[in-house]
């Protein structure tokens, strides 16, 4: 870890929280984004403390380039780098295609797929400048096989691999690595909405028998941060609910 630098955005909640909460707990420096959930990251923050860990937690409507803008240069000049991004941040919505409004559309693309482009894009500037990098991109089971109901999510979590594989390509020679993690269900306020009945049946169609939790893509999210030869890949931990 050597003081490596982490941005987690959506690190308020679920998946993102407990990625930094554990990478915190190894030594990592980090950087917790979040929007609307202050009291969660500031508990997390002070949990942390109790323990003798520093993090950062940090405000900010990734939806927004300025904003998006203001976090990296707060991190620059607090840090003078940022070694891992991960763009974790999301949201979800359950709806019939034909009744998805313009505004659900571009509500969507704006929380994920312009949220990690124009991150990644920011970010980048300077893991260029460092010749070294590595972003994590958490897209979604949903975005390699599709998932009804959620097709303006599909598109938006599909997009982000296919920018994880151009820009893998095109980040490589300044030692940059890309990679997507594409997590199954997993048993976070995301899937609130979901019934014991609907847990069933995933259970029953999933292989390893086990519900997914964050630990199993922050597990991921680790080895990815340690590797050093992998890149452009769309890694699924789903207990091999879906096997592409
Ligand atoms: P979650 O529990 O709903 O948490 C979402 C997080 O994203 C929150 O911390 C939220 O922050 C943050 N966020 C959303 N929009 C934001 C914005 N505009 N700016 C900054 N932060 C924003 O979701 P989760 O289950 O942990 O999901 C994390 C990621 O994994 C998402 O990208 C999701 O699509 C993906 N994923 C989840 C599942 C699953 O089954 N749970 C499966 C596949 C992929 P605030 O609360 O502070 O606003």
Redesign the pocket.
Known sequence: MENKVILI?????????DMANTLAKEGYKVIA??????E??VALQQELRRDGIEIDIF??????RIVIKSMIDFIIEKYGKIDVLI??????QTKLFTDITEEDFDTMM???LY?AFFMTQEVCKHMIQQQSGCVIN?????GLVGGSCEVH?SMA?AGIDGMTKALAKELGYSHIRVNSI??????????AMMTEEEWNTILQETPLRKK?K?QD?TRCVKWLIEDEFTTGQVISPNGGWIIT
């Open positions: 955005t959506g690190a308020s909640r679920g998946i993102g929280r984004n979040y929007n609307h959930s202050k969660q990251a405000q900010a409507d990734i939806s927004n763009n974790n941040a999301g949201i979800a704006k929380n994920n949220a958490i897209s979604s089971i949903w999510y979590k594409a997590p199954g269900v997993i048993d976070t306020e995301m899937n997914g964050p893509i």
